[in-house]
């Protein structure tokens, strides 16, 4: 198989192209109670069988959350609105591309500590369709008070944790204007999120 690499604007919809492969008449059953709650970023595997459980459920918050900041940044979509409007849009013109949903996972590919390349493939009635996707590990933060969440972002693991004196040490910036005491909860961790798409063509 030739592996072709996308660029900016066409990697998305390159990838969801190999949903044409499925039967346009069938319909896709929405996802179970226990698959939305198995819904998480822990491992590459998890955050693929999420991002498929949030486009059976038009989940579109689940889907934007699947999608890593590089990602986001080199497609232009900085906020979940744009990202909202195109979706719909490419949904509207091509209403099949949702069938990613029902790719499965052939292998995976280990690049790095922080990067890892699956190989899956949706069986299509005709012909069945391969493509990669590229997942990267990055770590965040959040701070909350009772009302919710206050702020978030990206971080270096190395310097958001750290061993002190036999001790895990997190640390995260203090959001202003709040006392320390008006928080209710601290997270940080790591999580794997879709860094890109690949088509694989036949030689």
């Known amino acids: 198989m030739r592996r072709t690499r996308y660029g900016s604007g066409t990697a998305l919809r390159a990838c969801l192209w190999t949903a044409l ?15 939305v709650l198995a819904a998480g970023f822990r491992t590459p595997e998890q955050t693929f069988a999420t991002f498929r459980t949030a486009l ?105 944790l750290t061993h002190e004196d036999g001790e895990i040490v997190l640390r995260a910036p203090m959001p202003e204007g709040v006392a320390l005491e008006d928080l209710t909860e601290f997270r940080a961790g790591r999580e794997w999120k879709i860094a890109g798409f690949d088509a694989l063509e036949p030689d």
């Open 56 to 160: 059976r459920g038009d989940l579109i918050d689940l889907e934007y959350r699947c999608l890593s900041p590089s990602f986001r940044l080199r497609h232009g979509i900085p906020s979940q609105l744009i990202y909202e409007r195109a979706r719909e849009e490419l949904l509207r013109r091509e209403p099949f591309l949702r069938w990613i949903a029902t790719a499965e996972l052939l292998g995976r590919t280990d690049l790095d500590a922080d990067h890892v390349l699956l190989d899956a493939e949706v069986p299509g009635v005709f012909a069945t369709r391969r493509f990669g996707v590229l997942l990267e590990r990055g770590a965040f933060y959040e701070t909350h008070d009772a009302q919710g969440l206050l702020e978030d972002d990206y971080v270096l693991w190395s310097e958001a």
């Open 21 to 35: 492969a499925a039967s346009p008449t069938a319909c896709l059953a929405p996802p179970t109670p226990r698959e």
